[in-house]
């Protein structure tokens, strides 16, 4: 139930609460830390570098949760990769 | 034969102590007999809650090291005649005891007690290995706090990792004002993060340090709130279905107010 005043005030900080531990419960229960994921976002770059051109400042990789087919939270790996343009194949360039 | 339950948390500061001293009272009043230990080695504090700091003689490292035999270790509250504690050494550290000799410990406390509560020190260590070694059971202390779910949560994952299945949650320390308007997590929000069952919710309560203040825990006080609470929780770890306390009724000048002119 919304009460008015609500309506009007700041947002609830519970939510603030609730939304950071999610996410850093996700990295705690997955065992996966800055280090590691900064390590497998430089490996993505080296490969995909090879066939298209990235914006290394845009690339935006995390971990977050979704629900898997039986229902059950389950860590996932999102990563946004824009990229300018495809690399033109090796033996077209020659 | 009786049932050790350990009393854990990960974060330092949540109200272990608390929990585990009024548990305790709650559980002994009921008429069981209860053994409380103080598995903080280096860093006893249950004795102080409990009132009984100044009749140590021994304590857990001396039954451990057979300085003394168990019975003499074990110091008896005068106040509620089933209720004994042993409390921790205040000299040594976490090392001096090892999982197999706190195993052998909480098996022959189970011959003579009902419970078996076991008081375990913040952290993940050797402390914390020790606590759990002869649990049959336990119960995870948090508070509604990022920081004190996040340890929450490793500390299920450590004890169901070591083959204690389905602990069970005390979330202590609510204060429903802060809760109805959104600036404090609610229960539902925390087991919304925690795969855990819920034992009991304790408002935040003057009462809690009044009575730690005097050495007598909550749980022997009548009119004490968070004391009715820890009261509920002990019914319910004896097998008991009690209802949730209703914390947002009764509390709050306004609220006593709006109810005077409801009638």
């Known amino acids: ?94 | 034969m009786g049932e050790v339950i350990v009393i854990t948390s990960g974060k330092g500061g949540v109200g272990k102590t608390t929990t585990s001293a009024n548990i305790g009272c709650a559980l002994a009043l009921a008429g069981k007999k209860v053994a409380l230990v103080d598995a903080d080695i280096g860093l006893r504090n249950l004795d102080v809650v409990m009132g009984l700091e100044n009749r140590i003689v021994y304590d857990l490292i001396d039954v451990i090291e057979g300085n003394c035999r168990l019975k003499q270790a074990l110091i008896k509250d005068k106040r509620y005649p089933n209720l004994h504690l042993l409390p921790a050494a205040q000299t040594k550290d976490k090392n001096a005891v090892n999982p197999e000799q706190m195993l052998k410990l909480c098996e022959s406390l189970k011959e003579d007690f009902d419970y078996i509560l076991i008081d375990c020190p913040a952290g993940i260590e050797q402390g914390f290995k020790n606590a759990i070694a002869g649990a049959n059971r336990a119960i995870v202390v948090t508070t509604p706090e990022v920081s004190a779910v996040r340890d929450a949560d490793r500390i299920i994952g450590l004890l169901e990792a070591s083959e204690l299945r389905n602990p069970q949650l005390v979330l202590n320390r609510i204060r429903p004002e802060m809760v109805k308007r959104g600036d404090m997590m609610s229960l539902d929000d925390v087991l919304d993060i925690l795969a855990i069952g819920i034992l009991g919710v304790v408002p935040d309560d003057e009462s809690i340090v009044i009575s730690t203040n005097k050495g007598e825990p909550a749980s022997t006080v009548d009119d004490s709130l968070a004391g009715q609470a820890f009261r509920n929780i002990s019914r319910r770890i004896m097998g008991e279905e009690v209802p949730f306390l209703d914390l947002t009724s009764d509390s709050g000048f306004l609220k006593r107010l709006k109810k005077l002119f409801k009638g």
């Open chain 1, 1 to 94: 139930m919304m009460d008015f005043f609500s309506l009007f005030s700041k947002p609830q900080s519970k939510n603030i609460a609730k939304d950071r531990l999610k996410l850093v419960l996700v990295h705690d229960r997955a065992n996966c830390s800055v280090d590691v994921l900064e390590m497998l976002k430089n490996d993505i770059l080296r490969v995909i570098a090879k066939y298209m051109d990235i914006d290394d400042e845009e690339l935006d990789i995390q971990l977050t949760q979704t629900k898997s087919d039986t229902n059950d939270q389950v860590p996932m790996l999102i990563a946004n990769i824009p990229f300018k343009n495809v690399r033109p194949k090796e033996k077209d360039r020659e």
